[in-house]
C-alpha cells in the first residue's frame, strides 16, 4: 500500500495534473461541474419519486416531471457551456455567448432526425438529457474548436470607425456560418445519422455480453464513459432489450444468465451507483477536506438509493486521480461476480425480475438472491471496491487539502 501511495503521489499525480491542466480538459471538466446544481435537484425529485413507486400511493405527485427539467436537460445544457467555457479560457470573452448558443443549435440539428423518427412530444426526448450527452460534447467540442480558429479574425481594420458590437456581430457571422453549415450539410444533406452511429458502435457487445470478457467490457465501458462525465444511460437503447431478454429467460425458462440488470444494479455490483461510488461517499464524509466533506454529505443520502451523480459529476468526472480507480473497479468487480456465480457457484444468478435500481443495498440483494451468501458476495465486492478506491482518494484528499491550506493564508 505504501508503495502504491508513493507511486501515485510522485510519479503518478504529477502527470495527471499536466494532463488536467490542458485547456481542454478544463473546459471540459468545468462545464461538467456547472451542471451539478441541476444534477443534486434532478436526485432530489429522483429521490421523491420513491415512496410512490413502491408503495403504490394514488394520486401521489408525479416527480418525474420535474425531474426531466433538470436531468433530462443535461445534454442540452452541457452543448451551450463547453464552447462557452472554452472561449472564456481562452480569452475570447466577447465570443462566449455566441458560441455558447452556436454549439446549442448544432446539438439540436444532430438531434433533431432521431426526435422526430420517434414522434416524440416536447421536450422530453431522451437524447437533451443524460441519453445525448456523449453527442452533445462532440457537437460542443466541435463548435468550440471552429469559434477558437476564428476567435481573433476581423473583417474590419483594428481602428475601423465602425462599432464594437456591430463588428463583433458580422465577425460571428462566418464562424456560426461555418459549423452550423456544416452540421447542416453532415445531418440533413448526406443524411450521416450521427445520434445512431454513437449507438451502433455498441452494438457488437450484444453477441458477446454473456461471456466473461463481454461482461467486463461492457462494465469497464459503464465507469469509462461516466467517469468522463458521459452517463451510461446513453447505452441504454443497446443494453435494455439484452439485459430484459437474459432475466426473462432466468425467471421463465430456467436459463443462467448472469448479465441482467438485476445482477448489475441490484443485486452485486454497483453499491451506491455505477462503478460502486458508494465506499467513496463515506470516505468523503469523514474526509479532512471541507470540501470533499461537503460533497459527501450531500451525496449521502442519494448514494444510499444508488443516485450517485453528485459523487461522479463533483469527484471523478474529468479528474484523472479518481477517474482510474473507477475503470478498475469497471474490471475487478465484474470478474469477482462471474467467479462467485458461475465459476464456483457461491451465490446464486438473479432470477427475479427487479428492475428498481434505486432500492437500497442489501435490501435489493436480498429481493433478487434471497440467500445470505449473495449477501456475501455483495459484501466482498464493497470491501474491495474499498480498497480500490482508498489509495486515489487519499491522493486526491491531500490535494485538496494544500488547496484549502494555501486559500486560509
Known sequence: MNKLMEWLKNDFSPKMTKINNNVWIITLKDSVMQLLPFILLGSVFCLLTIPGA??????????????????GMLSLLIAFLIPFNLMEKKKLRKQRLIAGCTGLITFLIVVSPQVIKDGTIGFSHSSLGAGGMFVAIIAAVFTGYIM?????????????VIPDFVRSWFDSMLPIGIVLVTAWIVVDIVHVDIYNIILNIFMPLANVIETPWGFILIMFIYCFLYSMGISSWVLTPVTKPIFLAAITANATM???????????FSAY?????????????????????????ALGRASLVP?????????????????PIMMLPMWINGI????????????????????VIFDMWYVPFPI???????????ILLMLICATVSTLIWYPFF??????EVDKEAVQTH
Open 148 to 160: 477558437g480558429l476564428f476567435g481573433k479574425f476581423s473583417f474590419f481594420k483594428e481602428y475601423s
Open 394 to 399: 487519499k491522493t486526491y484528499e491531500k490535494q
Open 303 to 319: 448514494s444510499i438509493f444508488n443516485i450517485n451523480e453528485p459523487m461522479v459529476f463533483g469527484s471523478i468526472a474529468w479528474n
Open 269 to 293: 455490483l454497483w453499491i451506491g451507483g455505477i462503478g460502486c461510488t458508494f465506499p467513496l461517499v463515506i470516505m468523503h464524509v469523514v474526509s479532512k477536506s471541507s470540501k470533499l466533506k
Open 254 to 264: 430456467g436459463a443462467h444468465n448472469l448479465v441482467t440488470s438485476e445482477t448489475i
Open 54 to 71: 413502491a408503495y403504490e400511493i394514488k394520486n401521489y405527485p408525479n416527480f418525474w416531471v420535474p425531474f426531466g427539467w433538470t436531468m
Open 332 to 351: 475487478i468487480l465484474p470478474a469477482i461476480v462471474w467467479i462467485g456465480t458461475k465459476v464456483i457457484a457461491f451465490a446464486p444468478i438473479p432470477k
Open 364 to 374: 435489493s440483494t436480498w429481493v433478487t438472491t434471497g440467500t445470505i451468501s449473495g
